[in-house]
């Protein structure tokens, strides 16, 4: 199966700060490859598809870029209401859907 | 507006069984791919199992293989996901979750979940 190893697992950042968390696959998956937030205590929520394709409603502070095995989710300007944990997820086989372990992203 | 509401959760014992539910309204139910993600406690997420419209292909993560069993009514605008033999680490909160339109199996639309808990 292939794998999908996100880094880092956790990071502090300011306000204003351009954050980068990476997604790599174990293996090739072209760019289906989808990002999702999930706020405290809240459901998860779909922010890029595709690799690079805003979900609607998005803020364009997000975007996402990659293709193979290497892919990354920015945020161009972390807001406080940013704060949460971001999840990569491979849909290249629909019998093997995954997810990485998860970034957590806080205010410094 | 697309909702989703699952139902069913609750304490069980090992090697217990429950039935989640999950009622959509809001869209075309028997037009999409819909799913089962789970989240234990403090951890990420899982794709539990999935079901294609007409139900002719069903997925499964090989954890829950032979144990849970994933099935729609399009008729009643529901899934349902059948969990049998429960182990302490199927203890989560399970999601239901819609396949988005474009070509790929990912989830556009999630439910609020339901805690399934196994404990003696």
């Known amino acids: 199966d292939i794998q999908m190893t996100q880094s880092p697992s956790s990071l502090s950042a300011s306000v204003g700060d351009r954050v980068t968390i990476t997604c790599r696959a174990s293996?090739?998956?072209?760019?289906?490859l989808a990002w999702y937030q999930q706020k405290p205590g809240k459901v998860p929520k779909l922010l890029i598809y595709?690799?690079?394709t805003l979900q609607s409603g998005v803020p364009s502070r997000f975007s996402g870029s990659g293709s193979g095995t290497d892919f990354t989710l920015t945020i161009s300007s972390l807001q406080p209401e940013d704060v949460a944990t971001y999840y990569c997820?491979?849909?290249?086989?629909?019998?093997?859907?995954?997810f990485g372990g998860g970034t957590k992203v806080e205010i410094k | 507006e697309v909702q989703l509401a699952e139902s069913g959760g609750g304490l069980v014992q090992p090697g217990g069984s429950l039935r989640l539910s999950c009622a959509a309204s809001?869209?075309?139910?028997?037009?999409?791919?819909m799913n089962w993600v789970r989240q234990a406690p403090g951890k990420g997420l899982e794709r539990v199992a999935s079901?294609?419209?007409?139900?002719?292909?069903?997925y499964y993560v090989d954890s829950v293989k032979g144990r849970f069993t994933i099935s729609r009514d399009n008729a009643r605008n529901s899934l349902y996901l059948q969990i049998n033999s429960l182990r302490a680490e199927d203890t989560a909160v399970y999601y239901c979750?819609?396949?988005?339109?474009?070509?790929?199996?990912?989830?556009?639309?999630w439910g609020q979940g339901t805690l399934v808990t196994v404990s003696s």
């Open positions: 997820q491979k849909y290249n086989s629909v019998s093997s859907l995954t």
């Open positions: 293996q090739g998956i072209s760019n289906y």
């Open positions: 079901i294609k419209q007409d139900g002719s292909e069903k």
């Open positions: 809001g869209f075309t139910f028997s037009s999409y791919w």
């Open positions: 595709a690799a690079s």
């Open positions: 979750a819609r396949d988005h339109e474009q070509p790929g199996l990912f989830f556009d639309s």
